[in-house]
């Protein structure tokens, strides 16, 4: 609580700079996240022996999950059908990826399609591990 405000004033201010903060905070987070997972995914991409570069190949991965990122927030908006919308767009937006990897590294569409899946593989299997071990760990 502020000094000399009572509770309903202090939550308002408090939303306010909550949404203040989230409004500078996201699109700084985007793109460290995008950053981030383009390299990982730039990394996998020469392991198949991609061809690209890493500025085009970073541009498309923006290109590509900006525009989803916001049909997938608008679709989250909507509450009866917000999940399977949000379900689709992933899904589609997995399939762009794919062909733009293609087309960026000069590949064949298998291991495009395996570029991203590998890390994904890989990061299921290390949150399994992560959360059997948090299971055995608590059992003893």
């Known amino acids: 609580i502020l000094p000399g405000a ?3 004033e202090s939550q308002a201010t408090f939303g306010n700079l909550f949404f203040a ?3 500078i905070a996201t699109p700084i987070f985007f793109v460290l996240l995008c950053a981030i997972f383009a390299s990982i995914l730039y990394i996998f991409a ?3 022996k ?3 570069d890493l500025v085009p190949h970073a541009h498309i991965i923006a290109l590509v999950y ?3 990122g916001v049909l997938d927030a608008a679709g989250e908006a909507v509450p009866a059908v917000g999940g399977i ?3 689709a767009v ?3 937006s997995l399939y762009v990826l794919t062909l733009a990897l293609k087309e960026v590294h000069k590949y064949s569409m298998w291991r495009a399609a395996f570029t991203w899946m590998v890390p994904i593989m890989i990061m299921l299997v290390i949150v399994t591990v992560l959360v059997f071990a948090g299971f055995f ?3 003893f």
């Open 6 to 8: 009572d509770l309903a």
């Open 21 to 23: 903060v989230m409004l």
């Open 46 to 48: 020469h392991v198949f």
């Open 50 to 52: 991609g061809k690209g």
């Open 66 to 68: 900006a525009p989803f």
């Open 85 to 87: 919308l949000s379900f």
């Open 90 to 92: 992933g899904f589609y």
């Open 137 to 139: 760990a608590g059992a």
